[in-house]
């Protein structure tokens, strides 16, 4: 009853933020969902990881949650670890579902906007479910383990995580409450005409036999006049037949598509479903309009959930790090999205970018580090493209999930329905896979309709899902660990010509993303890093960085502002820095370098 009645309260608090009256609906409609979630997740038998200690908060990570489940969950965190975790709702979806934000950090060691930020989402294709509880496991692994290992704690001192479980709440909810494929529900809902007829999703897929799947349909014809054959010895794998074999081998089934009927008369079936757009395509950069990229909404940021978290990122400079938690195929992303876009990353960018992936290959297995364009296709408008090319964020998307892990890699796993099928038999006890029968439809008569159920294929099977959230929790928690931390390596005052002095400074980066990007210096994204020089009693005479080891008056001298330099490259991942000034006087002095995405730095001295 405790998690209960807390999470009540939290309720309670999440409805005075609620304004608009569809977003009062859709919560009063969830009560009972969630109500039945957080029963299970009382008596939820999980593992804090590796320790054996019962977790402050059980959570069962061996399945997956609706819409009212994840935001019980993101508000359970925020109200069990209130220290180190809050909730805000930085916006509400079309269909009037707040969205909610879990920011996790330390208070007591200093400001979040004095802190390199971490960015990570998930969902935003409805039906790429794991990418919200991906989000959630971080978010808990993160506040769970802080007191046990030192190293979540350190990362904790020093960091801030955005994290926001569902980019597309209302596809989410679609998908769970639903009849679906594996493959539907991608979109968010704004009514969309698909299909030119000036009607809006007036002709979407139809659960003929109302068992909450949507699978696909088959009629036997007479032979020789159909496309398909059953296979020997497994009457569900259906075997494409050539066009010059078709006779010869009897052919005798023809494949109808997905379940469903010509709703709208216009001899098509399913071709206006809900929604109809891709949030991952609504992004400003490299943006194209719908007849070029299809999805991509009336201009970048036209949808409420995208422009809540473009609003939110713009203000929120402090940003280093961008995880966007996709599905499925196990791939470790970065952009650019289309070829005309490489000037977007240069060499030491690319430099950081595979440093990382290339660690994230061996956290996981059958993960693979790709570029966008080159090893998938074109995308325009995309989110990590953005955070990336219009931010100057290293961003990484993560595809959840690859079919190689039903047989740890054997070949079997990529031979198609063969190998489900295989891997239903047994391991799943046939779960995941609806054996053929006959249901009457209203044009084709009878046919017979099967196939594998939405949740298998691009999602995993229930035991195997807290691996893959752990494993994409150790590669986050690496990528932020490379967000930039700056540290003095050395501090020289020497005696300089006609009674001055020289002061020589070199600074360091720790880590791998560099404290400017290079695309943020060639695009002037953001601002310059700053390096503010004070002091009592000393008088700058000259300033600037690219400091010589060897000679005391060679450096790059800015002519304006001495005690302000900007710089507009920042320091490189794993690079060096050294900054000098020449001064007159006596006193100390105080050196305070300045960087929008990481942790500044302060150093004191005397002349």
């Known amino acids: 009853m405790k998690i209960l009645l807390n999470t009540a309260a939290c309720a309670a608090r999440r409805a005075s933020q609620r304004t608009s009256q569809r977003a009062m609906r859709a919560r009063r409609a969830g009560t009972l969902g969630a109500v039945a979630f957080l029963v ?59 969205m909610p934000l879990l920011t996790i950090s330390n208070p007591a060691t200093g400001e979040e906007s004095s802190k390199p930020a971490m960015w990570v989402d998930g ?67 704004r009514p969309t005409d698909n299909d030119g007829d000036g009607r809006f999703d007036e002709d979407g897929p139809d659960d003929l036999d109302g068992d909450g799947e949507l699978l696909s349909m088959r009629q036997r014809v007479a032979p020789g006049t159909g496309t398909h054959k059953l296979r020997d010895g497994d009457p569900r794998v259906m075997d494409r037949v050539p066009a010059e074999d078709r006779v010869k081998l009897g052919a005798d089934w023809v494949m109808l598509g997905q379940e469903g009927i010509d709703n709208d008369g216009d001899g098509r079936v399913n071709e206006d479903g809900p929604g109809g757009y ?91 580090s790709l570029v966008i364009f080159e090893d998938l296709y074109d995308v325009h408008g995309g989110f990590v493209d953005w955070t990336a090319e219009g931010l100057g964020i290293l961003s990484f998307t993560n595809e959840l999930w690859a079919s190689s892990q039903y047989f740890n890699g054997v070949d079997s796993a990529e031979s198609g329905t063969a190998g489900r099928l295989q891997f239903d038999d047994h391991v799943m006890f046939g779960e995941t896979y609806v054996d053929w029968h006959e249901v009457e439809h209203p044009d084709y008569g009878t046919v017979e309709v099967g196939g594998f159920r939405k949740m298998t294929g691009r999602t995993p099977p229930t035991f195997m899902i807290e691996e893959m959230l752990h494993r994409n929790a150790a590669f986050c928690i690496f990528h932020a660990e490379q967000m930039p931390k700056l540290e003095l390596v050395e501090l020289q005052v020497n005696d300089g010509p006609a009674g001055t002095h020289v002061i020589t400074a070199e600074i360091r980066n720790t880590r791998w993303i560099p404290t400017r990007t290079a695309v943020s210096a060639d695009k002037a994204l953001g601002r310059p890093d700053l390096v503010l020089f004070e002091s009592d009693g000393l008088n700058l005479i000259a300033a600037g960085p690219n400091a010589s080891r060897t000679d005391a008056t060679q450096f790059s001298w800015v002519e304006h502002e001495a005690e302000r330099l900007r710089l507009d490259s920042g320091v490189s991942g794993h690079g060096t820095l050294r900054l000098r000034w020449i001064v007159s006087g006596s006193g100390s002095f105080t050196i305070t370098y300045d960087a929008q995405q990481a942790a500044s730095l302060e150093i004191s001295g005397e002349v």
């Open 123 to 189: 969902n935003v294709h409805g039906n790429e479910v794991q990418g919200s509880e991906a989000a959630l496991y971080l978010a808990w692994t993160l506040l769970e383990r802080h007191d046990e290992l030192p190293r979540l704690a350190t990362l904790l001192d020093e960091t801030v995580f955005y994290i926001l479980p569902m980019v597309n709440p209302d596809g989410r909810d679609y998908w769970f409450h639903a009849p679906n494929t594996m493959h539907s529900s991608r979109s968010g809902k």
């Open 278 to 368: 891709d949030m991952n395509r609504n992004w400003p950069s490299g943006w194209r309009p719908n007849h070029i990229q299809y999805g991509a909404g009336d201009y970048p940021f036209s949808f409420p959930e995208t422009a809540a978290i473009g609003e939110f990122l713009m203000a929120h400079p402090n940003v280093a790090a961008v995880q966007s938690f996709h599905n499925s195929g196990g791939m470790i992303l970065r952009g650019p999205g289309a070829d005309a876009r490489q000037d977007y990353y240069s060499a030491a960018d690319r430099r950081s970018y595979d440093a990382i992936a290339s660690e994230g290959e061996a956290i996981l297995p059958h993960y693979r």
């Open 40 to 98: 299970a997740l009382a008596f939820a038998p999980t593992a804090a990881a590796q320790s054996d200690r019962e977790p402050t908060l059980p959570i069962a990570w061996n399945r997956f949650y609706d819409y009212d489940g994840i935001v019980a969950i993101s508000e359970q965190l925020a109200s069990t670890f209130p220290e180190r975790c809050r909730i805000e709702y930085i916006g509400e979806s079309v269909e009037g579902r707040p």
